[in-house]
């Protein structure tokens, strides 16, 4: 099993980036309404619907972005999948996304939150921090369980079964 794992894990990592990147902006952006891509103003909400045009076309090509992430996952997928399917190797790749989804966190809250401070989590609560920290700690919470995941499955032994 050892051949296909790193592959797998790299495969498992960018679709995790990717559909991470889909979950902050469909459930943060669009759903919630909390931040988009860019703020331009203290709550993150536009003052016109020019800087509304702004931010959707900013959060367009961040959606665009996240999904070519989420197609080269898919394709390294595919490719590991071609060469050796094996016991166990889905555990690898659940461990994989959940720690992509992780490392798209970190890198986002750190960077976009934190360094650029071009949006925070919830921008206008009285505690914006808090959220920001909270998005870091979720990051940082599935970077950790994916990794076990990963462990536990290279660890295990596997059958020729899947």
Do not use: K
Request: hydrophobic fraction near 50%; include cysteine; charged fraction near 10%.
């Amino acid at each position: 099993m050892n051949a296909p794992v790193p592959s797998l894990r790299i495969a498992g990592l960018v679709l995790g980036l990717g559909l991470g990147g889909f979950f902050d902006g469909i459930v943060c952006h669009q759903i919630l309404g909390w931040h988009h891509m860019v703020c331009t103003t203290f709550t993150c909400q536009p003052d016109s619907v020019a800087a509304l045009r702004v931010q959707i076309t900013q959060d367009g090509y961040f959606h665009l972005v996240v999904w070519l992430l989420t197609l080269a996952g898919i394709g390294l997928l595919f490719r590991v999948a071609r060469r050796q399917m094996l016991a166990g190797l889905g555990r690898v790749l659940l461990g994989a996304v959940l720690a992509g989804w992780g490392v798209f966190n970190v890198v986002e809250g750190l960077i976009d939150h934190q360094l650029l401070g071009i949006h925070h989590v919830r921008p206008g609560h009285p505690h914006p921090l808090l959220f920001d920290l909270l998005f870091l700690a979720f990051g940082l919470i599935l970077i950790g369980l994916g990794g076990l995941i990963t462990q536990v499955a290279r660890t295990r032994p596997t059958g020729n079964n899947p």
